[in-house]
């Protein structure tokens, strides 16, 4: 494919919403995960989560708009205003007939719905805000921060569960590479930390239950690990295509080399056990990135920490990668701050920049116990020194979805 530049990022997460604070946490392995006590979660099996803070103090948005949205896409708003500044675009001198959005999230803005439905029950219809139709679907967030921007080229909402975001990306890149716009806002956001949305999310059974422990509850690739925590959050990237980012002079993060998506069609929510649909999507993606397997330094992993899937993808990795595969490091740095499902793609792209920046590999934290199954070089509980020239990508998505990015440093 053709190299498509990323020349801005902006982060709403629960271990920063600054990129050096958020990067400080992650390569210290410092995990924010913790009891939910935004309401009373006790009953549900798995009540932990990674949430966010402070987001009103880098917030412009109107309390007036507010009251018409969701979370989710308040933090789609403050990170697309971080990536935009991130990337020195001025909004006023470009064309933004040529200007696209590629965003993904897995569940919608259900805080919004949730609050809205009670109205509802209790109040009759005239409880209900006019709003709630256009807050709560998963397309809002790219309508408001359309809306805000007064952009009007080609766009798109993903929603592909938790490899949502990672296609959005990969969509928006392709795009590019058509030239169908002259830049995009590509990335996702996640607000699950409600009571139904938790409660569907604990329906999954890939949660995990270890409430008492909570910040060493999620624990990737660990022969002890018992699913994931949930998070919310956002991430933005600004792509555009290398021509034009060295006309600008931007600075760029790295280019998106390859991406390729498969489907394992194996089951309506677990993915294959053979892991043979996944390997077939990083080979694509290292062909489309015309590399070998041997060229790639990092791998930021998937890591839903349930026996199969880390199993799977383990097995995944290994048929891709042949011999090389244990010289690679693989690693979940989503485990310090929860996985924010449909977001957790835009997120470990961002993290996989910073990791690129600095030539560090992130820890995969909470690994204390080998799996026999999985025995790869996960970088367990402290960050590694290491130059990264190209790095993969990895996400899932429930019912076997596969997607795989592959990034390359400027």
């Known amino acids: 494919m053709k190299?498509?530049?990323?020349?801005?990022?902006?982060?709403?997460?629960?271990?920063?919403?600054?990129?050096?604070?958020?990067?400080?946490?992650?390569?210290?392995?410092?995990?924010?995960?913790?009891?939910i006590d935004r309401f009373d979660a006790s009953k549900y099996p798995s009540h932990i989560a990674g949430t966010v803070h402070e987001l009103d103090a880098y917030s412009s948005v109107s309390s007036r708009l507010l009251k018409k949205i969701d979370l989710f896409s308040h933090m789609a708003l403050v990170s697309s205003e971080m990536a935009i500044k991130d990337a020195a675009l001025d909004?006023?001198?470009?064309?933004?007939?040529r200007a696209g959005i590629f965003m993904g999230n897995a569940i919608g803005g259900w805080l919004y719905g949730e609050t809205e439905l009670r109205d509802l029950y209790i109040e009759g219809r005239e409880g209900v805000s006019p709003f709630m139709a256009s807050a709560?679907?998963?397309?809002?967030?790219?309508?408001?921060?359309?809306?805000?921007?007064?952009?009007?080229?080609?766009?798109?909402?993903?929603?592909?569960?938790r490899a949502s975001s990672l296609m959005a990306i990969g969509y928006g890149a392709?795009?590019?590479?058509?030239d169908n716009n002259d830049f995009i806002i590509a990335g996702g956001m996640e607000a699950p930390v409600t009571p139904y949305a938790l409660l569907c999310c604990n329906t999954s059974g890939r949660l995990s239950t270890n409430n008492e422990n909570a910040e060493t509850a999620y624990k990737p690739f660990d022969k002890n690990r018992d699913g994931f925590a949930i998070a919310?959050?956002?991430?933005?990237l600004i792509l555009e295509s290398s021509q034009r980012a060295a006309k600008r002079e931007a600075h760029v993060y790295a280019n998106i080399?390859?991406?390729?998506?498969?489907?394992?069609?194996?089951?309506?929510?677990?993915?294959?056990?053979?892991?043979?649909?996944?390997?077939?999507?990083?080979?694509?993606?290292?062909?489309?990135?015309?590399?070998?397997?041997?060229?790639?330094d990092y791998i930021c992993a998937d890591g839903a920490a349930t026996q199969l899937s880390d199993a799977s993808e383990t097995r995944a990795i290994k048929l891709a990668f042949n011999g090389?595969?244990?010289?690679?490091?693989?690693?979940?740095?989503?485990?310090?701050?929860?996985?924010?499902?449909?977001?957790?793609?835009?997120?470990?792209?961002?993290?996989?920049?910073?990791?690129?920046e600095h030539s560090i590999v992130p820890p995969t934290i909470n690994y204390e116990t080998p799996d026999p199954e999985c025995d790869l070089d996960y970088c367990p509980n402290k960050a590694q020194e290491k130059e990264i020239k190209?790095?993969?990508?990895?996400?899932?998505?429930r019912g076997g979805i596969n997607c795989v990015l592959i990034l390359q440093k400027h």
């Open 3 to 35: 190299k498509i530049a990323i020349t801005g990022i902006g982060l709403v997460t629960p271990s920063g919403i600054d990129k050096r604070k958020f990067w400080s946490n992650i390569v210290h392995g410092r995990s924010v995960i913790k009891k």
């Open 91 to 97: 909004m006023a001198q470009e064309n933004l007939k």
């Open 136 to 161: 709560w679907f998963p397309a809002a967030p790219q309508g408001q921060v359309s809306i805000h921007y007064g952009i009007k080229g080609y766009s798109k909402t993903v929603v592909a569960d």
């Open 174 to 178: 392709k795009n590019l590479g058509r």
């Open 232 to 236: 919310e959050g956002a991430g933005i």
């Open 257 to 296: 080399v390859g991406y390729a998506t498969t489907t394992d069609g194996a089951d309506r929510i677990e993915p294959a056990r053979d892991g043979v649909e996944l390997a077939r999507a990083i080979k694509m993606a290292l062909d489309d990135a015309q590399l070998a397997p041997s060229d790639i």
């Open 324 to 356: 090389h595969a244990k010289k690679i490091p693989v690693t979940v740095p989503k485990a310090i701050f929860g996985n924010m499902l449909g977001a957790c793609g835009a997120v470990d792209v961002i993290t996989t920049l910073l990791a690129m």
């Open 390 to 397: 190209n790095a993969l990508v990895i996400n899932r998505g």
